[in-house]
């Protein structure tokens, strides 16, 4: 899926928390989107899913996410840093996804079984009362099932172990294909050797976009996102 943002601004009172950002994304993209905490970077990825209104233009394929949220929404999936707080079972969790999303529950189970998870034993807990690192396989194994063409990933191995995120890391590489990724970390040492491309954000604005090794080879440029991490 491609990505085009032009001019776009947001502000929460009398915060601005993205300021004139213009980027272009091309289909099959791997981007880490970094920053320190408060750059913009999670309202940037919620202005892309058309979850955020903002000043300024988005387009996923040539399509407003805010026109035509439900064509745009079956085309992405979304591991948030956060799990939410559902109340529900596990198994009408999936279900409930599986139905919006039209996926097979035996798939969702499949990939949950990659991660070490067992959705049959599972199956009658409350979402709510999981660890956080159960939530967070979960949600990764319903987004791997989708087979979207944007994953739209939100520091989404902040509460896996070493041994879970390299699952995961190997995951994403098998299933994605073709699909566009935006990593949003606030550790560059995670995404290096997960994407091509980098996007700095600081205080609302772009501070850098090139290419991974660029990057890494002037950490002057980073703004202090690293000191800051």
């Known amino acids: 899926?491609?990505?085009?943002?032009?001019?776009?601004?947001?502000?929460?009172?009398?915060?601005?928390?993205?300021?004139?950002?213009?980027?272009?994304?091309?289909?099959g993209a791997r981007v880490g989107l970094v920053g320190p905490n408060g750059s913009g970077k999670s309202t940037l990825l919620r202005v892309v899913m058309g979850l955020v209104a903002c000043e300024g233009e988005v387009l996923l394929d040539g399509a407003s996410p805010f026109e035509r949220r439900d064509?745009?929404?079956?085309?992405?999936a979304y591991v948030p840093q956060f799990a939410p707080q559902w109340g529900a079972a596990v198994a009408d969790v999936v279900g409930a996804v599986a139905s919006l999303r039209d996926l097979d529950p035996a798939a969702v189970a499949a990939m949950a079984r990659r991660l070490d998870l067992d959705l049959d034993a599972l199956g009658p807990r409350s979402f709510r009362e999981l660890s956080g690192g159960t939530k967070q396989k979960l949600l990764i194994a319903v987004a791997l099932s989708t087979g979207a063409s944007l994953f739209v990933l939100d520091e989404p191995t902040a509460s896996l172990d070493a041994a879970a995120r390299e699952r995961f890391f190997a995951l994403l590489d098998e299933v994605a294909g073709g699909a566009t990724r935006l990593f949003c970390?606030?550790?560059i040492d995670e995404?290096?050797?997960?994407?091509?491309?980098?996007?700095?954000?600081?205080d609302g604005v772009v501070d850098?976009?090139?290419?991974?090794?660029?990057?890494?080879?002037a950490p002057a440029r980073a703004t202090g996102t690293e000191a800051r991490s």
């Open 71 to 76: 064509e745009v929404a079956r085309r992405l």
């Open 1 to 27: 899926m491609r990505i085009e943002l032009r001019d776009v601004a947001r502000s929460f009172g009398n915060v601005a928390a993205l300021r004139g950002v213009t980027l272009e994304i091309p289909q």
């Open 185 to 187: 970390s606030h550790r």
């Open 191 to 202: 995404v290096r050797g997960l994407v091509d491309r980098v996007v700095v954000l600081r």
């Open 208 to 217: 850098y976009d090139g290419p991974t090794a660029g990057y890494v080879e």
